[in-house]
């Protein structure tokens, strides 16, 4: 099976510094990455997505690495907004059939003024 | 723009009350999922259906219930709510592969 996991539940960052939101992942096999956002009140909104073939992804002011060795996916952000304050989640893949994404828990940003 | 909506943001119901959550995608996508989230345990998968008439159970099917009758159409259903299915339930679908999932805007279900 796979697992997916955040290294913190909670980050703060400060507007216009750059943020980091970490995921592990547990299947070696795991062949398809996506990160999603979620505001308050509202579902999870697809960012953007990496294929287990590449290992960096850009998107516009967000950014995802991917590193397979050590089963680890990022995701960055550039010059944080106020509106980039939400839970940001980690989806997993794994081409086994009919297996659905596996979600990680969540990580709460917040953009400090 | 895809498109996902459930039938209710927000809803009360009381302890042994049958529960109808729907959820309807203007995509004509393969697969619908339902999915229920609590603070500090993320999105579990309840159920998902790949076709018409098709399920399949998720982590957590216990004390739910799956229908869909039409491709659009993906509905839950809480035989006999209770306060420990009190939450923020969200649907989401895909096209023919399982990744790629895009969600509806969810709906908070108290039971009391």
């Known amino acids: ?113 | 723009d895809v498109k996902v909506t459930q039938s209710s943001r927000y809803l009360v119901k009381r302890t042994g009350e049958k529960v109808f959550l729907e959820c309807v995608q203007d995509m004509d996508h393969e697969n619908m999922f339902w999915y229920r989230q609590d603070p500090g345990l993320g999105l579990r998968l309840i159920y998902f259906s790949y076709d018409v008439k098709m399920k399949e159970k998720g982590d957590i099917p216990e004390g739910y219930s799956v229908s869909r009758e039409k491709k659009e159409r993906f509905s839950l259903i809480l035989e006999s709510a209770s306060t420990n299915q009190t939450s923020m339930y969200l649907c989401a679908i895909s096209d023919r592969d399982l990744y790629e999932q895009y969600f509806g805007p969810g709906t908070r279900l108290t039971v009391t």
């Open chain 1, 1 to 113: 099976g796979e697992s997916v996991g955040l290294h913190l539940p909670t980050l703060s960052v400060q507007e216009g510094d750059n943020s980091i939101i970490n995921c592990a992942y547990s299947n070696s096999a795991s062949d398809y990455f996506i990160w999603y956002k979620q505001e308050s009140g509202k579902g999870p909104q697809f960012i953007i997505d990496i294929r287990s073939n590449m290992d960096k992804r850009q998107g516009q002011r967000v950014t995802v690495l991917l590193n397979k060795t050590v089963k680890h996916l990022s995701l960055q952000i550039a010059a944080t907004q106020p509106g980039d304050s939400a839970v940001y989640f980690c989806a997993v893949w794994v081409y086994s059939g009919n297996t659905p994404l596996v979600f990680g828990k969540g990580t709460r940003l917040s953009v400090i003024a």
